[in-house]
């Protein structure tokens, strides 16, 4: 039977939105074809989520509710949707290309015993056969791929590209029987960083400094305009390497490569790794005080100016826009 | 403890990309090639954990003739055996490919730990790592911060979106490397000259029991239709932010608000 499955990632009983953004898209693809849509979810007291599911596209949802698959691990989890997989023999696999989907993703591939197309940003339908569209070269060049006839097609989706649809309707669900976790690398705890703030890799909206920030307490200023927007603050290596804010901030090449709706970079020049690593968001805003500097060539909107004297003023006027 | 890294040769990540003639690959003139940027991590790491706990590290790469150089690069900051796979061009991108390669590489060899990258520069897949411990019934640890490794166990720290999982696991087991693990070291001179006289084991493809021409026709698992630039951006629109910089931030402000509807 052809299908597609969607592999559900949950945090704390809390379905992950890069999630039912595949699920959509998965939904979407199907319809042309009449293929049946299905969900997996692993995780720990998660049953109640599993129905509801329908609404986003799943008419069924292989559930492994489990002590053990609380909390992540690359070998449980690929037994579970290698499980599912048996049972739904879909032509596809779906993920969200996050940090748990582009772990787990390639782990299912080789169990199953065929390849895996990651972090794609475009998807089509070449007769039963998804070619998908990835960025690679960080950004720099994109390559139009599929899996060489392999299936089922393991295909992870980067997150906020593909929209998220909310319809009705229940999903059947399947309790998966019979799982014989092996499970070696455990999760013991996931500890929280940076008090609950956006990540970059999830943000719709990123506020990133660079070396033109001077130090690290003038990022202050960029969290409170990120704050404002509902944003992620992101950082330039320069900034990451100066010590100023965490690597885990880092937008570029050897950082996070972002696709957001609004990336304002400030006092970032441009560097060719960092223009690779946010060069597909929607909107790029330059502010920096060099007219030359080449994050112009890629920006939509740019302010030549300090900084120092442009972002406090931008951020009075989104104050007023936010409450109007 | 023996490590092995696993290390890819990729472009500089300052190289500025052209397509090549077939459509299908980058055009390699001018292209300066390094040990790919993660891969030193990994690196890091293993020449680390073998200084506290002894032991040896071995770099094994599978990758065209020029690779060489990435493993001379490895050997003179410290490694102490290299290992060439000779090839590669053919099964680029292919994870799978390169996972079953390097699994037959390193299954026979004796290792506590294998060191990766989370991903390689350029083809920027992160699924190498997995799919060599699921090739190799080992389990996997991605995007590591932070490494402790005990006898016979270890525990990582795993960078994923707003924190860190702390994961334990028991060894032999794939690690795959990513930025804060550790600051890589540079090639000392004493290490560059001790790297000449080292050799480089070179092994064909066939000699793993493995068809390159197989993995890279019949088995593979990735196929490149076409690579292409990003298309061109027309030139934005710029705010002299100079000398009324308050008038500038309410111009930038209204057209993200009425043009581009974005806040």
């Given at each position: 039977?052809?299908?597609?499955?969607?592999?559900?990632?949950?945090?704390?009983?809390?379905?992950?939105?890069?999630?039912?953004?595949?699920?959509?898209?998965?939904?979407?693809?199907?319809?042309?074809?009449?293929?049946?849509?299905?969900?997996?979810?692993?995780?720990?007291?998660?049953?109640?989520?599993?129905?509801?599911?329908?609404?986003?596209?799943?008419?069924?949802?292989?559930?492994?509710?489990?002590?053990?698959?609380?909390?992540?691990?690359?070998?449980?989890?690929?037994?579970?949707?290698?499980?599912?997989?048996?049972?739904?023999?879909?032509?596809?696999?779906?993920?969200?290309?996050?940090?748990?989907?582009?772990?787990?993703?390639?782990?299912?591939?080789?169990?199953?015993?065929?390849?895996?197309?990651?972090?794609?940003?475009?998807?089509?339908?070449?007769?039963?056969?998804?070619?998908?569209?990835?960025?690679?070269?960080?950004?720099?060049?994109?390559?139009?791929?599929?899996?060489?006839?392999?299936?089922?097609?393991?295909?992870?989706?980067?997150?906020?590209?593909?929209?998220?649809?909310?319809?009705?309707?229940?999903?059947?669900?399947?309790?998966?029987?019979?799982?014989?976790?092996?499970?070696?690398?455990?999760?013991?705890?996931?500890?929280?960083?940076?008090?609950?703030?956006?990540?970059?890799?999830?943000?719709?909206?990123?506020?990133?400094?660079?070396?033109?920030?001077?130090?690290?307490?003038?990022?202050?200023?960029?969290?409170?305009?990120?704050?404002?927007?509902?944003?992620?603050?992101?950082?330039?290596?320069?900034?990451v390497d100066?010590g100023?804010?965490d690597h885990?901030?880092?937008?570029?090449?050897t950082?996070?490569?972002?696709?957001?709706?609004?990336?304002?970079?400030?006092?970032?020049?441009?560097?060719?790794?960092?223009?690779?690593?946010?060069?597909?968001?929607?909107?790029?805003?330059?502010?920096?005080?060099?007219?030359?500097?080449?994050?112009?060539?890629?920006?939509?909107?740019?302010?030549?100016?300090?900084?120092?004297?442009?972002?406090?003023?931008?951020?009075?006027?989104?104050?007023?826009?936010?409450?109007? | 403890?023996?490590c092995?890294v696993?290390?890819?040769?990729?472009?500089?990540?300052?190289?500025?990309?052209?397509?090549?003639?077939?459509?299908?690959?980058?055009?390699?003139?001018?292209?300066?090639?390094?040990v790919s940027p993660y891969d030193e991590y990994a690196l890091e790491a293993a020449l680390q954990l073998v200084e506290a706990?002894?032991?040896?590290v071995?770099?094994?790469?599978?990758?065209?003739?020029?690779?060489?150089?990435?493993?001379?690069?490895c050997?003179?900051r410290g490694a102490?055996?290299?290992?060439?796979?000779?090839?590669?061009?053919?099964?680029?991108?292919?994870?799978?490919?390169?996972?079953?390669?390097?699994?037959?590489?390193?299954?026979?060899?004796?290792?506590?730990v294998?060191l990766c990258g989370v991903?390689?520069?350029?083809?920027?897949?992160?699924?190498?790592?997995?799919?060599?411990?699921?090739?190799?019934?080992?389990?996997?640890v991605?995007n590591v911060t932070k490494l402790d490794v005990?006898?016979?166990?270890f525990?990582a720290e795993r960078e994923?979106?707003?924190?860190?999982?702390?994961?334990?696991?028991?060894?032999?087991?794939?690690v795959a490397a990513t930025k804060g693990l550790n600051e890589p070291r540079y090639?000392?001179?004493?290490?560059?000259?001790?790297?000449?006289?080292?050799?480089?084991?070179?092994?064909?493809?066939?000699?793993?029991?493995?068809?390159?021409?197989?993995?890279?026709?019949?088995?593979?698992?990735?196929?490149?239709?076409?690579?292409?630039?990003?298309?061109?951006?027309?030139?934005?629109?710029?705010?002299?932010?100079?000398?009324?910089?308050?008038?500038?931030?309410?111009?930038?402000?209204?057209?993200?608000?009425?043009?581009?509807?974005?806040?």
């Amino acid at each position: 039977m052809a299908g597609i499955l969607v592999f559900i990632e949950q945090r704390d009983g809390s379905i992950r939105k890069g999630s039912l953004q595949a699920l959509s898209e998965a939904k979407r693809q199907a319809a042309a074809k009449g293929w049946p849509v299905a969900a997996v979810l692993p995780g720990s007291g998660i049953s109640g989520e599993a129905a509801g599911l329908g609404a986003y596209g799943a008419s069924k949802v292989y559930v492994a509710d489990d002590a053990n698959l609380a909390l992540y691990s690359g070998e449980g989890y690929a037994e579970v949707v290698a499980k599912a997989a048996g049972q739904f023999e879909p032509d596809a696999i779906f993920f969200s290309a996050t940090a748990m989907g582009r772990d787990l993703a390639p782990r299912v591939a080789a169990r199953l015993g065929v390849g895996a197309l990651a972090d794609v940003t475009g998807l089509d339908l070449d007769g039963d056969q998804f070619v998908a569209r990835r960025p690679v070269y960080s950004g720099k060049a994109f390559a139009v791929v599929d899996t060489a006839g392999k299936k089922p097609q393991v295909i992870s989706l980067r997150p906020n590209v593909f929209a998220l649809e909310q319809g009705e309707g229940t999903a059947e669900v399947v309790n998966l029987d019979g799982l014989s976790l092996s499970i070696r690398a455990l999760v013991k705890e996931f500890v929280e960083k940076g008090g609950g703030e956006i990540d970059v890799a999830e943000a719709e909206i990123i506020v990133s400094g660079g070396r033109g920030m001077k130090g690290p307490e003038n990022f202050a200023m960029l969290k409170e305009l990120a704050d404002l927007l509902g944003a992620a603050v992101g950082a330039s290596r320069a900034a990451v390497d100066a010590g100023w804010i965490d690597h885990s901030h880092q937008v570029g090449q050897t950082g996070k490569v972002v696709s957001p709706t609004l990336y304002i970079a400030v006092g970032i020049s441009g560097a060719i790794q960092h223009l690779a690593g946010m060069g597909s968001s929607k909107v790029i805003v330059a502010i920096n005080k060099d007219p030359d500097a080449p994050i112009f060539k890629v920006a939509d909107y740019g302010i030549v100016g300090d900084l120092f004297e442009v972002v406090p003023a931008l951020i009075e006027e989104v104050k007023k826009i936010k409450a109007a | 403890m023996n490590c092995i890294v696993c290390m890819t040769h990729v472009p500089d990540t300052a190289s500025i990309i052209k397509i090549g003639p077939d459509g299908k690959h980058i055009d390699e003139s001018g292209i300066k090639w390094i040990v790919s940027p993660y891969d030193e991590y990994a690196l890091e790491a293993a020449l680390q954990l073998v200084e506290a706990q002894g032991g040896e590290v071995t770099v094994v790469c599978y990758g065209p003739a020029r690779a060489e150089a990435g493993l001379r690069e490895c050997l003179a900051r410290g490694a102490h055996k290299a290992v060439h796979v000779v090839g590669g061009e053919e099964t680029l991108g292919d994870s799978m490919a390169i996972a079953k390669v390097l699994a037959a590489a390193v299954k026979d060899r004796e290792y506590d730990v294998v060191l990766c990258g989370v991903k390689g520069v350029g083809t920027d897949n992160s699924q190498v790592p997995q799919m060599l411990a699921e090739l190799l019934d080992l389990p996997h640890v991605t995007n590591v911060t932070k490494l402790d490794v005990a006898e016979g166990t270890f525990t990582a720290e795993r960078e994923v979106e707003g924190g860190v999982e702390v994961v334990e696991s028991p060894l032999p087991a794939v690690v795959a490397a990513t930025k804060g693990l550790n600051e890589p070291r540079y090639a000392s001179l004493k290490g560059i000259m001790a790297a000449k006289r080292k050799p480089v084991e070179k092994v064909e493809v066939s000699a793993l029991g493995l068809d390159e021409a197989a993995l890279a026709g019949a088995e593979a698992t990735y196929s490149v239709r076409a690579l292409e630039l990003p298309p061109a951006k027309e030139a934005g629109k710029v705010i002299q932010g100079e000398d009324d910089p308050k008038a500038a931030a309410a111009e930038l402000a209204r057209l993200l608000r009425d043009e581009a509807k974005v806040i």
